[in-house]
């Protein structure tokens, strides 16, 4: 049985990239500048942001940080977002559980889900304590997750997305406190197949984790309009804490 990890190679692949093509720089640019105003920093602030993808967040939070390093596992994202090639914004290939830099941020991002993948339990935690070690004093650690309530009430349990002329065949279920997506789809003859796995963590699981790596929670936000989190409603769950 192949033990790889999912994220390893689905988030590596072009045809992630293609499925969620709608979570652009548009989208990117409007989150960063309403944080920015929320977050009302000097431009001497540096920042982290891990799990950075392709670097859409990276490049937009350059302009308002003096240094922005972006952080993720997957060699062809990292190679993409070395592209904007830009003085202050530097790319690693790393893996966010072990992370390490021998300098501090004074804010961490963790954007559009990348979160709550990992099979070990202790991992989450695992994460944060490095973000905190990785944050100076009063250092902010931004997290945009998916509202799981509302993920669980309204689970789309298939459905057909046909993209650049690719079909799309998704599937979704809920195990073990998971979320569990399949994706099959044939490009060129060749059938693919892919899992998306991630824990449905709470508003509660986040405090609780939190409260352990020793951050304080500041305020949750319910959406990329900065609106406040509502459990029944909010597509996002957005948890701004602070490094005690
Ligand atoms: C849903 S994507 C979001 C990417 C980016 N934040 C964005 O909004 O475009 C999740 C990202 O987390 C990265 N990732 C997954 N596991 C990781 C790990 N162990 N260490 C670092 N990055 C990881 C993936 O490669 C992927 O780029």
Redesign the pocket.
């Given at each position: 049985m192949d033990k790889k990890e999912w994220?390893i190679d689905w988030?590596n692949s072009y045809y992630y990239h293609l499925l969620y093509k709608n979570?652009n720089d548009k989208e990117a640019k409007d989150f960063i500048l309403n944080l920015v105003n929320y977050l009302n920093l000097n431009f001497e602030s540096s920042a982290l942001d891990l799990?950075?993808?392709?670097g859409?967040?990276s490049f937009e939070l350059r302009k308002y940080f003096k240094s922005v390093t972006g952080?993720?596992?997957?060699k062809n994202?990292i190679k993409e977002a070395k592209k904007h090639n830009l003085e202050g914004l530097f790319f690693t290939q790393?893996?966010?559980?072990i992370f390490n830099f021998d300098y501090k941020f004074n804010v961490i991002f963790n954007?559009?889900?990348?979160f709550g993948?990992f099979e070990e339990t202790n991992d989450n935690l695992k994460i944060l304590l490095n973000c905190h070690r990785h944050l100076n004093k009063k250092g902010i650690l931004l997290i945009d997750f998916f509202n799981a309530q509302k993920v669980i009430q309204n689970l789309v349990k298939q459905e057909v997305k046909k993209i650049d002329g690719i079909e799309f065949n998704i599937k979704r279920k809920i195990n073990h406190n998971k979320i569990i997506k399949t994706i099959a789809f044939k490009d060129k003859n060749k059938n693919y197949y892919f899992q998306e796995k991630v824990q449905l963590l709470t508003q509660e699981n986040f405090k609780s984790l939190l409260n352990k790596a020793n951050f304080k929670l500041i305020k949750s936000f319910g959406s990329y309009h900065l609106t406040d989190f509502n459990i029944n409603q909010s597509d996002r769950l957005i948890l701004l804490a602070e490094k005690k």
């Open positions: 994220f988030f979570r799990g950075c993808g392709k859409r967040h952080l993720d596992l997957s994202s790393q893996d966010m559980r954007l559009f889900t990348s993948y």
